[in-house]
């Protein structure tokens, strides 16, 4: 029984590790790799290995900003576990974050933040700092996955698995910014992606959709 829950536990955590992964690669991350970029070539003393160091703080901030939604989310439903009406609120979030991802609605976001340039000499705590705005605004064609991910860790009904599934998310979202922010030349061969974005937007939309309807059917 153990065995099964581990396994159980495992594969969860490797699905929203990938997740957040895939939303990583989405080229609307590009401006918090160019911050990244911008920030760790703008010190005087650049090496690969300080480019790793202040990278890595950056994406502790964000992994904190995450698992603190992650407890949040974890305790609204431990709060409502035992009621229908968790399944439907699960359910209004993955719908309608999969129509915002085919575009059927559209919300309007706030990047000006994105336009901020640190302030050089901040060092590995002001990288880390840095990092916790960006946990949750930074990318916004990552939301949708971002409340998704969050409305499934308030479906299991635990403030510890809620926090350790959205820090697992930010693990996985924020490695790509890790590799760019060790190795900065990589950010030109990122492009490439973008001609893929709508398709990846477009399927990943219709999962939360189907992912919705079955906690209505659930309920």
């Given at each position: 029984m153990n065995i099964d829950v581990s396994a159980t536990l495992i594969a969860t955590l490797a699905i929203v590790f990938s997740t957040g992964f895939l939303s990583g690669l989405s080229p609307c991350t590009l401006p918090t790799l160019v911050f990244i970029t911008a920030y760790v070539s703008g010190?005087?003393?650049?090496?690969?290995?300080?480019?790793?160091?202040?990278?890595?703080?950056?994406?502790?901030?964000?992994?904190?900003?995450?698992?603190?939604?992650?407890?949040?989310?974890?305790?609204?439903g431990k709060i409502l576990i035992n009621t229908k009406i968790l399944n439907y609120i699960i359910a209004g979030i993955l719908i309608i974050m999969g129509f915002w991802l085919l575009r059927i609605i559209k919300f309007k976001t706030n990047n000006n933040f994105l336009k901020f340039t640190p302030k050089k000499g901040?060092?590995?705590?002001?990288?880390?700092?840095?990092?916790?705005?960006?946990?949750?605004a930074a990318s916004p064609c990552t939301l949708p996955v971002t409340f998704s991910v969050l409305a499934y860790s308030a479906s299991k009904g635990s403030i510890f698995y809620g926090m350790i599934l959205m820090f697992i998310f930010a693990i996985g979202r924020s490695t790509p910014l890790l590799v760019v922010g060790t190795f900065t030349g990589l950010l030109k061969n990122l492009g490439?992606?973008?001609?893929?974005?709508?398709?990846?937007?477009?399927?990943?939309?219709?999962?939360?959709?189907?992912?919705?309807?079955?906690?209505?059917?659930?309920?």
């Amino acid at each position: 029984m153990n065995i099964d829950v581990s396994a159980t536990l495992i594969a969860t955590l490797a699905i929203v590790f990938s997740t957040g992964f895939l939303s990583g690669l989405s080229p609307c991350t590009l401006p918090t790799l160019v911050f990244i970029t911008a920030y760790v070539s703008g010190e005087k003393n650049y090496s690969k290995k300080r480019g790793f160091i202040l990278s890595l703080a950056f994406i502790l901030g964000i992994a904190l900003m995450l698992s603190l939604l992650g407890v949040f989310a974890g305790l609204i439903g431990k709060i409502l576990i035992n009621t229908k009406i968790l399944n439907y609120i699960i359910a209004g979030i993955l719908i309608i974050m999969g129509f915002w991802l085919l575009r059927i609605i559209k919300f309007k976001t706030n990047n000006n933040f994105l336009k901020f340039t640190p302030k050089k000499g901040s060092g590995i705590i002001g990288a880390f700092l840095f990092g916790i705005p960006f946990g949750f605004a930074a990318s916004p064609c990552t939301l949708p996955v971002t409340f998704s991910v969050l409305a499934y860790s308030a479906s299991k009904g635990s403030i510890f698995y809620g926090m350790i599934l959205m820090f697992i998310f930010a693990i996985g979202r924020s490695t790509p910014l890790l590799v760019v922010g060790t190795f900065t030349g990589l950010l030109k061969n990122l492009g490439t992606l973008s001609k893929y974005q709508n398709i990846i937007e477009k399927i990943a939309g219709a999962i939360l959709i189907i992912l919705g309807i079955y906690f209505i059917w659930k309920a």
